[in-house]
């Protein structure tokens, strides 16, 4: 399994340990992934997602699934989560 979040494409980051005597040893910075599962109003389904405790914080700031990936960038997104996308852009013009 992949440690990359699914909605925004964080994954790990390499950076060094640095110890009081700045001996520097190489080390990863892996995100907070949380595995959840996330409703769309639209479609009237949930969705089992792995990502990133951040992404997490911003679905809900901006009104759940439906609201996210709305403004969420395709590139940014995994391959199942650009299909829930799409799924939800044909709901959306169906309805509208």
Not at 6 to 29: C, I
Not at 67 to 86: P, Q, V, Y
């Amino acid at each position: 399994m992949a440690r990359r979040c699914e909605l925004t494409g964080k994954g790990p980051m390499s950076g060094n340990n640095v110890s009081h005597a700045k001996n520097r040893t190489r080390r990863r910075f892996l995100p907070n992934l949380v595995d959840v599962t996330v409703a769309s109003d639209v479609l009237g389904r949930s969705f089992k997602l792995r990502i990133s405790a951040s992404a997490l914080r911003t679905v809900d700031h901006r009104g759940g699934l439906d609201g996210f990936m709305a403004k969420a960038k395709d590139s940014e997104l995994s391959a199942k989560a650009l299909k829930i996308k799409n799924d939800i852009a044909e709901a959306q013009a169906a309805t509208a």
